[in-house]
């Protein structure tokens, strides 16, 4: 499978975003306990730049997965996987690659929340509104895609291929 050709957000846009990004973190989390909870597989190129950005915060760190994709389609049922990390106490930034339809993190929204974080907020590469389903917002947001396009490349694939890309580009 050749690798899709439009490229929607380059590497230079990217790395622009997450300056900016960064900056707005490191003054909202500031003298905070912080726990970055890392969304596995698709959020990690992401998350990793970002949380290297952040470091002066001295974060924790730890993982998620959870999925709602079968090959190119949303199940709209979010699988967990695994146990989810202890938030309780903590200031928590949630990063992940993508939202859509907006199930999988609210269900991922509420099972934190059942643990008494001090504070809970979301920070997303991309931001797919048109195919919203749950009301979900996210604090932190690199790009805002207004239209449906399936996403590849920057930690995001299409069965497991082209999540190495490093810009972000549309499926065709």
Do not use: W
Request: glycine share 6%; aromatic share 8%; with cysteine.
């Amino acid at each position: 499978m050749p690798a899709p050709k439009k490229v929607l957000f380059s590497e230079a846009q990217i790395a622009k975003r997450l300056d900016a990004l960064a900056s707005q973190i490191l003054k909202d989390y500031k003298g905070k306990r912080m726990l970055c909870l890392v969304v596995l597989r698709g959020g990690f190129f992401f998350a990793s730049d970002l949380i290297r950005r952040i470091a002066a915060l001295e974060p924790e760190l730890d993982f998620v997965r959870l999925t709602s994709y079968v090959g190119a389609k949303s199940s709209g049922a979010p699988l967990f996987r695994g146990q989810l990390p202890n938030c309780s106490g903590y200031d928590v930034l949630v990063i992940e690659d993508l939202v859509d339809t907006g199930t999988t993190l609210s269900a991922l929204d509420e099972a934190i929340r059942a643990q008494g974080p001090r504070s809970l907020k979301y920070a997303v590469a991309v931001d797919k509104r048109a195919r919203r389903k749950v009301k979900f917002d996210c604090d932190y947001v690199a790009f805002d895609l207004e239209r449906d396009a399936f996403l590849v490349g920057y930690g995001m694939d299409i069965e497991g291929k082209h999540r190495t890309l490093p810009d972000i580009r549309e499926a065709e």
